[in-house]
Nanobody, 117 residues
Framework: QVQLVESGGGLVQAGGSLRLSCAAS????????MKWFRQAPGKEREFVAV???????YYPNSLKGRFTIARDNAKNTVYLQMNSLTPEDTAVYYC???????????WGKGTLVTVSS
């Protein structure tokens, strides 16, 4: 059973940056596709970024250029660097480890990011 713990959220002014971390225990992340999602108040959960087990990276067009996902398999950790933040980025950010072939899907409890104007 993989446990995921997100950290790095907080309050930041518009235009600022934050780096989120997702640390795993109970399993090795290298074999998982690692994703970040976010959920703003009153809205549905939204996909933010993915780094596959093979290293492929994808972002939705709306976030390209501002967000960067990276994984450090040696530290069993995935990161999300967020730059040029706006109030619209305010949300709880969740980490997800997914292995479709093995039928495994794990979620962290989230970390809150608040961007003030």
């Amino acid at each position: 059973q993989v446990q995921l713990v997100e950290s790095g959220g907080g309050l930041v002014q518009a235009g600022g940056s934050l780096r989120l971390s997702c640390a795993a225990s109970g399993g090795t992340l290298s074999s998982y596709n690692m994703k970040w999602f976010r959920q703003a108040p009153g809205k549905e959960r939204e996909f933010v970024a993915v780094v596959s087990a093979g290293g492929g990276i994808y972002y939705p067009n709306s976030l390209k250029g501002r967000f960067t996902i990276a994984r450090d398999n040696a530290k069993n950790t995935v990161y999300l660097q967020m730059n040029s933040l706006t109030p619209e980025d305010t949300a709880v950010y969740y980490c997800n480890a997914n292995s479709p072939g093995a039928g495994m899907d794990y979620w962290g409890k989230g970390t809150l990011v608040t961007v003030s104007s």
